[in-house]
């Protein structure tokens, strides 16, 4: 069974940049048909589909925040890391990593199976 756990500083200042890590265990990030994601949730709002990057490393972003961040992974560690700058409050959300294994990555938080905890992150001065 994967587990995935989520890690990060909780309090950001605005213009910013975080950092977080998912952590992976029960199964490898390299393992075929492997897709791994960001997924967050804003206070009173939905899920929200980041980014993701692939068992053969290749990524996936939203085109909303395509140019404000990085999905990268460090296999040796099993890892997978979510890098984000010039934040805002509106940033402000609870940060999941997820994962799926199927053909092709999705865009919809409900594609996901496995599901990390969450990693409150707040941005303020």
């Known amino acids: 069974q994967v587990q995935l756990q989520e890690s990060g500083p909780g309090l950001v200042k605005p213009s910013q940049t975080l950092s977080l890590t998912c952590t992976v265990s029960?199964?490898?990030?390299?393992?075929?048909?492997?897709?791994w994601s960001w997924i967050r949730q804003a206070p009173g709002k939905g899920l929200e589909w980041m980014g993701a990057?692939?068992?053969?490393?290749?990524?996936y972003y939203s085109p909303s925040l395509k140019s404000r961040m990085s999905i990268f992974r460090d296999t040796s560690k099993n890892t997978v890391y979510l890098q984000m700058n010039s934040l805002k409050p509106e940033d402000t959300a609870v940060y999941y990593c997820a994962a799926r294994v199927y053909l092709s990555h999705s865009r919809l938080a409900s594609g996901y199976s496995y599901w990390g905890q969450g990693t409150q992150v707040t941005v303020s001065s």
């Open positions: 029960g199964g490898s990030i390299t393992t075929n048909y492997n897709y």
């Open positions: 990057i692939d068992y053969e490393g290749s990524n």
